[in-house]
C-alpha cells in the first residue's frame, strides 16, 4: 500500500539555511503570502544570532501548488539569493523514491516495509537489493522487486556497478539496513543520491565481527544504535538519530542482540522518516533535525 498523501496534496516545504542575519523570517513569510500560501508549521535555529548559521524549515499550503512551483522557485532565487542564503523546495505530496541495500539480517529491512505498507513512511520503494537470497520472498511479499547482486571476494567493482545502474535515475535516497558491504569511494562519488546508514552504538569500541559477544563479555551497561548519513570516512558521517537501552549482568549476548536490533529498527524508521520529510538540514559533519 502507497503511503496516503492526499492530506499533503498542495503542501510545500521550503529549507532554508545560511549566513543569519535581520529579516530572514520576515522576508520568508512574505514571500509566502505573495505566493498565496498559507505557513501551516515553522522551525528555526540559529548558532549565533550575531555571527552564527540560520536554519529554517517551513510548510505552507498553496491552492494548485504543482502549477505555481516555478514562480515561487523564481521568487525564492530574487528574494534568497542576495542574502547568501541556500533553499530547497519540495511538493509534500510527491513521495521521495527510496532504495534498500541488505545483506542477511532482515530486522531493519521488514521494519521498513512494514511501516511503508502501513502508510507511516512518505517513500515509495522501487527496490531491495542484496547480496543474498534469503530476503527474497518477504520483500516480494510486500509488493517490492527484489534484486540480488551477488558480492564475493576483494574486487566489488563489479557489484557495485551492477548495483549502480540499478539504481541511477529510480530513487532519491538509498538506505543500508545492514547491508554489510564497505561501499568503495568510487561508488559513493557515481551514487548521487544520500546514503543512510545504522550500526550499533558501540563504535569505536568493539569493531568487526560478534560485537555483542564482546560487549558482554566487557560487561556493557548501555546498549544502543546510531543512524548517520554515508561519507568516505567509515561510521562517520553525520549523525542523524541515536537511542539506547539499559542492559544488566544478567543478559546474555543473545539478549544484548535482540535489544540492540529493537533499538536499530527503531532509529533507522525514525532518520528514514525524517529524510523523507524533509525535516534534516546537513552542515558539515552535523545534522539540524527538526
Keep these: 500500500m502507497a503511503p496516503h498523501t492526499g492530506s499533503l496534496r498542495d503542501q510545500a516545504c521550503l529549507i532554508v539555511h545560511g549566513p543569519d542575519q535581520p529579516g530572514i523570517v520576515a522576508a520568508v513569510a512574505a514571500l509566502v503570502t505573495r505566493s498565496r500560501g498559507n505557513i501551516v508549521s515553522l522551525d528555526q535555529y540559529s548558532s549565533d544570532p550575531s555571527s552564527g548559521d540560520f536554519f529554517q524549515r517551513v510548510v505552507f499550503n498553496r491552492p494548485d501548488l504543482a502549477a505555481a512551483l516555478p514562480e515561487i522557485e523564481a521568487d525564492l532565487a530574487k528574494t534568497l539569493g542576495p542574502l547568501g542564503l541556500q533553499w530547497t523546495l519540495t511538493d509534500r505530496s510527491v513521495p521521495k523514491r527510496m532504495a534498500i541495500l541488505v545483506s542477511t539480517s532482515d530486522h531493519c529491512l521488514l521494519e521498513l516495509l512494514w511501516r511503508h505498507r502501513r502508510g507511516e513512511l512518505p517513500v515509495s520503494i522501487p ?58 569511494p568510487e561508488f559513493l562519488d557515481r551514487v548521487g543520491v544520500p546514503l543512510i546508514n545504522i550500526h550499533h552504538s558501540f563504535l569505536p569500541a568493539f569493531v568487526g565481527a560478534a560485537p555483542y559477544r564482546k560487549a558482554k563479555e566487557r560487561g556493557v551497561k548501555l546498549i544502543g544504535a546510531t543512524s548517520h548519513y554515508v ?31 529493537y533499538v536499530e529498527r527503531a532509529v533507522l524508521s525514525r532518520a528514514v522518516q525524517w529524510h523523507a520529510e524533509d525535516r534534516i538540514i546537513r552542515h558539515g559533519n552535523q545534522t539540524i533535525v527538526f
Aim: charged share 20%; glycine share 6%; no cysteine.
Design 127 to 184: 527496490m531491495v537489493i542484496s547480496n543474498h537470497t534469503n530476503t527474497a520472498e518477504d520483500v516480494r511479499s510486500f509488493g517490492v522487486p527484489f534484486f540480488h547482486v551477488p558480492s564475493a571476494g576483494a574486487d566489488k567493482s563489479a557489484a557495485e556497478g551492477e548495483i549502480l545502474k540499478l539504481l541511477a535515475g529510480n530513487v532519491d535516497f538509498v538506505v543500508l539496513a545492514r547491508y554489510m558491504q564497505i561501499l568503495s
Design 231 to 261: 561519507t568516505k570516512d567509515l561510521d562517520e558521517g553525520p549523525i542523524i538519530e541515536q537511542d539506547v537501552a539499559r542492559v544488566t549482568h544478567a543478559h546474555s549476548a543473545a539478549d544484548l542482540q535482540a535489544r540492540g536490533a
